[in-house]
Nanobody
Framework: VQLQASGGGLVQAGGSLRLSCAASGRTYGMGWFRQAPGKEREFVAG????????YYAESVKGRFTISRDNARNTVYLQMNSLKPEDTAVYYC??????????????????WGQGTLVTVSS
């Protein structure tokens, strides 16, 4: 499965961006992670394809929304009320089957290239 992420850019604090991740095939679930300079990669949001169940990191709950377009095999991450601390390279990932924890990056089988999100203060 190949993943193609897009939608990053520069936005002012309080603004919004929508990231997209197009998958070449259907998987069990998708996730978004991010990595800020000098920090470890962290979980942002995840979604199970079949049920639409969603999972979020506490830091983004109420601000970010993960959604999907089944026909296009595409997952989106709508990011609102962006903060400078949201600045990072965002990665989409996919898992081939059920795993124990959506937040664990090593439980994902496929990764897309990152897309940079910069939030200015």
């Amino acid at each position: 499965v190949q993943l193609q992420a897009s939608g990053g850019g520069l936005v002012q604090a309080g603004g919004s961006l929508r990231l997209s991740c197009a998958a070449s095939g259907r998987t069990y679930g998708m996730g978004w992670f991010r990595q800020a300079p000098g920090k470890e990669r962290e979980f942002v949001a995840g979604m199970r394809w079949s049920t639409g169940s969603t999972y979020y990191a506490e830091s983004v709950k109420g601000r970010f929304t993960i959604s999907r377009d089944n026909a296009r095999n595409t997952v989106y991450l709508q990011m609102n009320s962006l903060k400078p601390e949201d600045t990072a390279v965002y990665y989409c990932a996919a898992r081939a089957g059920a795993r124990s924890d959506w937040a664990r990056s090593y439980e994902y089988d496929y990764w897309g290239q990152g897309t940079l999100v910069t939030v200015s203060s």
